[in-house]
């Protein structure tokens, strides 16, 4: 007789390996910058090390929570949501750095709203289309209050500036309005306005431009504009089939932009080859297919979008981050989920994980339930 699982021990597994292989990335890929400027080659590991066992701690946390709770705290989020991301900009609680706006210090802990953000704009949207379900229809009463909703939270993240995490949050905020019910043609609609401030902030901004630039014409400034997109080839090229071997990249040396973050995909291009992008590459594609079987099966139409924008969330912004490194996308500052170096980006990542194998459980006990109860009126 087959046994019901409480737990998704493959989903488990895959994250596990994504978190293991990342804390070997990101020490391949930081030793130079801690030796040069924390005169410790170990400076990031550690601290990855760090953020792997709070992440780990909350992971449990939000596996053994239950996720129905969350739509009864759900109705004050986008006041949450508000205060977190204008927290950037209070002195004494956010930290500029180098003109940008997108971290905040707590208790000594430097975190990134944009991250948390994530989780919490998924829970809102999941619960209030669950609530809205006969008025999700309506241009004025359904779409047009979240439109709203999401267009200020995008501009609030873009003048950070952070136009790719804005341009990732509007795309998952997009597709759960989708699956909530909305009409396809009002998200037209949205998709055709939200062009004219996109394209506001990529030509506002220099930088934005020559990234685009560069990407278009890579061989246009191969020292200025083209410098990221070719090295990043350069780095990718170089690892052949089977790589240079761990620890031995040559690019990761202040040629790759951000090298133990946005550009580790790169790294472990150049060090493990086509076969360790490979093997990334499947591992997210076995996720978001177990992830899927877990939206699919979901208990209610809650736990349904919560697990679809969770999902939508963290494979999105690996498919951009991805896509940046092969220089499919121009260049956007985005981390790699459970790989790339940073607290917020792993937590997160953790935390999405455990509320998806909440779900799971729930899924499971139920099915339980109610294999008992027809086995109890068999026998009766």
Not at 247 to 256: A, C, P, R, S, T
Not at 327 to 353: A, R
Request: proline share 4%; with cysteine; glycine share 10%.
């Amino acid at each position: 007789m087959k046994k019901n699982k409480t737990l998704d021990c493959f989903l488990l597994l895959i994250t596990f390996l994504l978190v293991g292989i990342g804390i070997m990335a990101t020490f391949s890929a930081s030793t130079c910058y801690g030796s040069l400027y924390k005169n410790n080659p170990y400076f990031l590991l550690k601290r990855q090390l760090m953020w792997v066992g709070i992440g780990l701690l909350l992971f449990w946390l939000a596996f053994k929570f239950n996720y129905q709770k969350y739509q009864k705290l759900s109705k004050g989020l986008p006041f949450l949501i508000m205060l977190l991301l204008l927290s950037v900009f209070i002195p004494g609680i956010g930290k500029e750095i180098r003109g940008v706006h997108r971290w905040i210090y707590l208790g000594g802990i430097q975190i990134q709203p944009t991250e948390i953000i994530k989780i919490i704009l998924v829970i809102y949207l999941a619960s209030s289309l669950v609530r809205k379900k006969k008025k999700i229809k309506s241009f004025i009463n359904g779409f047009l209050p979240y439109f709203i909703v999401i267009g200020i939270i995008f501009i609030l993240i873009a003048i950070e500036p952070d136009l790719g995490t804005a341009i990732i949050v509007g795309g998952v905020a997009f597709a759960l309005l989708y699956a909530g019910g909305v009409r396809v043609f009002h998200l037209f609609y949205g998709i055709i306005l939200s062009i004219v401030p996109i394209c506001f902030f990529i030509l506002s901004a220099d930088y934005r431009k020559n990234r685009i630039i560069g990407f278009l014409f890579p061989g246009k400034d191969p020292h200025g504009i083209s410098f990221q997109p070719l090295h990043l080839k350069i780095s990718l090229g170089s690892g052949g089939l089977w790589g240079l071997g761990p620890g031995q990249g040559k690019e990761k040396l202040f040629y790759l932009p951000a090298p133990y973050t946005d550009s580790i995909f790169a790294v472990i291009g150049e060090e493990l080859g086509f076969i360790g992008t490979t093997l990334i590459v499947i591992l997210f594609s076995l996720l978001a297919w177990r992830c899927l079987k877990i939206v699919k099966k979901a208990p209610d139409e809650f736990g349904k979008l919560l697990a679809m924008g969770l999902t939508l969330s963290i494979c999105f912004q690996a498919i951009i981050n991805m896509g940046v490194s092969t220089v499919l996308l121009p260049t956007t500052g985005t981390t790699l989920p459970f790989v790339s170096y940073g607290g917020s980006s792993l937590l997160i990542s953790l935390i999405s994980v455990g509320i998806l194998l909440n779900i799971s459980k729930k899924l499971n006990n139920k099915v339980k339930e109610t294999t008992e109860n027809g086995r109890s009126r068999s026998k009766s």
